[in-house]
């Protein structure tokens, strides 16, 4: 399917402020990028760069005033995700070298203090993707989603104890019980078509039978309709926006997702 994806973002700013934006997705084994726009308003000099993660970004200083950012790519992706319970677990040995950074705990997903749990949940399931996707249903059936309910990245501890979250935090939780099993997961942020509310949205891939799955326990069934802008080990690493000293206020922040053909 062939989504047209946009993302219109307007800031008040109070003093020259440094920017990093993360807004542009890439083309990959999951997706296509036919076209892609960029606009900012003012007129400022940007440096676009590679992370280390592979993700496009844009750095800039952005002068007092009103800021405004636009960006839409058309992009062909799946209509639905891939499925394959068979997945084998990836023994330590054989992942490739830049997967294995997807092993270690992080800022928002404590890997280390969730073994027990983790091996609770997938107890007598086959090592691999039926691990994640038992992983996938007990947060979907423990963990309620509730969109809007949370303004900061919280971690994968914060959420088990809360026993709710955003998108956003429900990935940080099935990461970090992925990798207390020495599963690679990754986090994943970008848009997903027909998501209500329509906003940006945040997801986890897993990393068996020697590729990456997507896993999302804010959604039902295997519908596709996926665009990733941004991979990283937690939500530290893949915010559409960062920007650095005062605070500079949103005053917009609009997400589109429209279908333009099959």
């Avoid at 973002?9 to 960029?38: H, K, N, Y």
């Avoid at 890997?111 to 983790?118: E, G, M, Q, Y």
């Amino acid at each position: 399917m062939w989504l047209r994806v946009s993302c219109d973002l307007a800031f008040d700013v109070e003093t020259p402020t440094p920017f990093i934006l993360m807004l542009r997705p890439r083309s990959g084994a999951e997706q296509w990028v036919e076209r892609d726009e960029f606009k900012i308003s003012p007129n400022v000099s940007i440096i676009e760069f590679t992370d280390g993660y592979g993700n496009l970004c844009q750095r800039f200083v952005a002068p007092k005033g009103d800021l405004t950012i636009y960006t839409t790519s058309d992009v062909k992706t799946s209509e639905f995700v891939d499925v394959d319970f068979e997945a084998p677990f990836v023994e330590i040995q054989h992942l490739p070298n830049d997967v294995l950074c997807y092993l270690l705990p992080s800022r928002y997903c404590e890997s280390d203090r969730f073994n027990d749990l983790a091996n609770t949940i997938t107890a007598n399931k086959m090592l691999g993707y039926k691990q994640v996707y038992a992983i996938e249903e007990w947060l979907r059936q423990t963990i309620s989603y509730i969109p809007g309910s949370s303004a900061y990245p919280t971690s994968a501890i914060e959420v088990n104890q809360k026993g709710s979250g955003v998108c956003r935090d429900l990935a940080h939780l099935g990461i970090a019980l992925c990798r207390s099993l020495s599963i690679p997961a990754r986090m994943v942020v970008g848009y997903l078509h027909n998501l209500k509310p329509m906003d940006m949205h945040a997801w986890f891939e897993a990393y068996v039978g020697g590729r990456w799955y997507v896993f999302d326990a804010t959604q039902s069934g295997v519908k596709g309709g996926y665009v990733s802008v941004g991979y990283g080990l937690d939500a530290a690493d893949v915010a559409i926006f960062n920007q650095f000293g005062p605070v500079v206020h949103t005053i917009k922040q609009h997400v589109t997702v429209t279908q333009i053909k099959n």
